[in-house]
């Protein structure tokens, strides 16, 4: 046995050792669209130019896992780092779930789009169920970092830095409406005009736990809903730290 393995070629060994190994369908071309579940990612980042309305990746299906590993899309920007301010005026989505359930997004980063990651559904009330949105980096959106309709999502581990840059809405670092959901250990920084870092509504039961608010007119607006409840958050350089009905478990400043 000892000889047998002397005898594999060191070249081989390397190889076998770095290879890329994927277990999911790679996205490549875009605007891309996902409609049969299974687990999706990227193998690079991707430079956009995406028309008014356009997701860079809209899905559709249920049971869906889409893993950035790591990865940037990013509509048009400057070298300097600035977005293109004409993407303004045609408003695009990084990534759009639309009436899907149990769908999980997480380990990359958007920029420069008018909302970052969007859950949305119209048929019906209870369309987006257990979704979750983990550990994205979302720089620069004109609108929202995150918008999300639907009941029992996890929100969590995201950093959300500069958004609101559109004049005629105020803009939301993190915004969930929906009965049961879970916002917990997301960082917003930078919410332009007078938009909110992160905000409830439309719900009940949700729990607002362990997040950062810097540089916001509003911290936290956390209104139309019961039993909606929060603790352990922290804001910095806020006009109104806090507003709405939620119920203050305490240790928030």
């Known amino acids: 046995m000892h000889r047998l393995f002397r005898s594999i070629p060191v070249f081989l060994l390397l190889a076998t050792q770095t290879a890329p190994a994927f277990d999911c369908q790679i996205l490549k071309a875009f605007p891309a669209e996902i409609d049969r579940p299974g687990k999706y990612c990227l193998d690079q980042s991707h430079e956009l130019a995406l028309g008014g309305g356009d997701a860079a990746i809209l899905i559709l299906a249920n049971?869906?896992?889409?893993?950035?590993?790591?990865?940037?899309?990013?509509?048009?920007?400057?070298?300097?780092?600035?977005?293109?301010?004409?993407?303004?005026?045609?408003?695009?989505?990084?990534?759009?779930?639309?009436?899907?359930?149990?769908?999980?997004?997480?380990?990359?980063?958007?920029?420069?789009?008018?909302?970052?990651?969007?859950?949305?559904?119209?048929?019906?009330?209870?369309?987006?169920?257990?979704?979750?949105?983990?550990?994205?980096?979302?720089?620069?959106?004109?609108?929202?970092?995150?918008?999300?309709?639907?009941?029992?999502?996890?929100?969590?581990?995201?950093?959300?830095?500069?958004?609101g840059a559109r004049e005629d809405r105020d803009g939301r670092g993190l915004y969930v409406g929906g009965e049961g959901n879970t916002i917990r250990n997301n960082d917003v920084q930078l919410v332009r005009n007078a938009g909110a870092g992160i905000a409830t509504g439309n719900g009940n039961n949700n729990l607002v736990v362990e997040n950062r608010v810097q540089n916001a007119r509003i911290g936290f607006y956390l209104y139309l809903g019961s039993e909606v409840r929060y603790r352990d958050n922290l804001t910095a350089a806020v006009q109104q730290a806090y507003a709405g009905t939620a119920t203050d478990l305490g240790n928030n400043d």
């Open 63 to 163: 049971d869906v896992e889409l893993d950035l590993r790591g990865h940037t899309l990013r509509n048009p920007a400057f070298e300097g780092g600035s977005c293109n301010a004409e993407w303004l005026g045609e408003p695009s989505i990084g990534v759009h779930v639309f009436e899907a359930r149990n769908v999980l997004v997480h380990n990359g980063a958007l920029r420069c789009f008018d909302t970052g990651v969007q859950l949305s559904q119209s048929r019906c009330g209870d369309c987006n169920q257990g979704n979750q949105v983990r550990n994205m980096r979302i720089h620069q959106s004109a609108y929202a970092g995150i918008f999300a309709e639907g009941d029992f999502g996890v929100y969590a581990d995201n950093h959300i830095v500069d958004t």
